[in-house]
């Protein structure tokens, strides 16, 4: 498998491991797309992003993976107690995530950045009614 695949393999089973205010089961899709209908539930997607590649030293190198972990519902934008409770969660996983300096199941991989971006999808939420914020992550490996 592709070390950008184990590595948001890695993620999944950080997240699924914790406990949150919410119940889920995070998934490790390439795509966030889901019906309208598969939305009334709550979905948590790790999906690879991007990588940077650097020279480290004369025999390694240093990649910088980005993932994105988004956070979806289908919600009621006038609903502002679901809302919130679901930006909670937001700040939840982020924190857990900002929490952790290596993945369990990849502890090569160094957790170096952790941000909320966007917040929410503003255009999403008013015409499709489904909030989704998205958690970006970065990984740092050195080989």
């Given at each position: 498998m592709a070390e950008i695949a184990n590595i948001a393999a890695a993620l999944v089973a950080e997240i699924n491991g914790h406990e949150f205010s919410q119940e889920f089961e995070a998934a490790r899709r390439y795509v966030v797309e889901f019906e309208l209908e598969q939305l009334a539930e709550l979905r948590v997607t790790v999906v690879p992003r991007a990588v940077d590649w650097a020279v480290a030293s004369r025999s390694k190198g240093q990649y910088d993976y980005e993932f994105d972990v988004a956070i979806q519902k289908r919600s009621d934008p006038a609903d502002l107690e679901a809302c919130d409770a679901l930006?909670?969660?937001?700040?939840e996983v982020a924190d857990f995530?900002?929490?952790?300096?290596?993945?369990?199941?990849?502890?090569?991989?160094?957790?170096?950045?952790?941000?909320?971006?966007?917040?929410?999808?503003?255009t999403q939420l008013a015409t499709q009614r489904v909030l989704t914020s998205v958690i970006r992550l970065s990984v740092r490996v050195m080989r």
């Open positions: 930006m909670g969660l937001v700040e995530l900002r929490g952790l300096s290596r993945l369990a199941e990849y502890p090569a991989g160094v957790i170096t950045g952790v941000r909320n971006e966007p917040v929410y999808g503003c």
